[in-house]
């Protein structure tokens, strides 16, 4: 099992952007997809997570102008990013919790994708 980023790139301040992660090679289901990130000389920051009762939980950061979505069909789960900011410039993962039998849930991250915002 594999978790395969894609859709980072430079935008300009107030531009928007989506990452995709997806779940590659066998598996029995998904339980959650969550994203962090990393900003150049800082601690990684989780961005938005799945709480227990299935609820995606945001960073105060990014609240009300992230989303995340997710293609079950597709084992992909979205990063939607809007009106960015030059202090969401960072290296973005997700991280699964992958089912790889019915019994047996794995943690799994993606190889990370570059944001960057400037002018």
């Known amino acids: 099992v594999q978790l395969v980023e894609s859709g980072g790139g430079s935008v300009q301040p107030g531009g928007s952007l989506t990452l995709s992660c997806t779940v590659s090679g066998s598996h029995f289901g998904i339980w959650s997809i969550n994203w962090h990130r990393r900003a150049p000389g800082e601690d990684r920051e989780e961005v938005a997570w799945v709480t227990p009762s299935g609820k995606t939980e945001f960073a105060e950061s990014v609240k009300g102008r992230f989303t995340v979505s997710r293609d079950n069909g597709k084992s992909t789960s979205y990063l939607q990013m809007k009106n960015l900011k030059p202090e969401d410039t960072a290296v973005y993962y997700c991280?699964?919790?992958?089912?790889?039998?019915?019994?047996?849930?794995?943690?799994?991250w993606g190889q990370g994708t570059q944001v960057t915002v400037s002018f």
């Open positions: 991280n699964g919790r992958i089912w790889i039998t019915s019994s047996n849930l794995r943690d799994f």
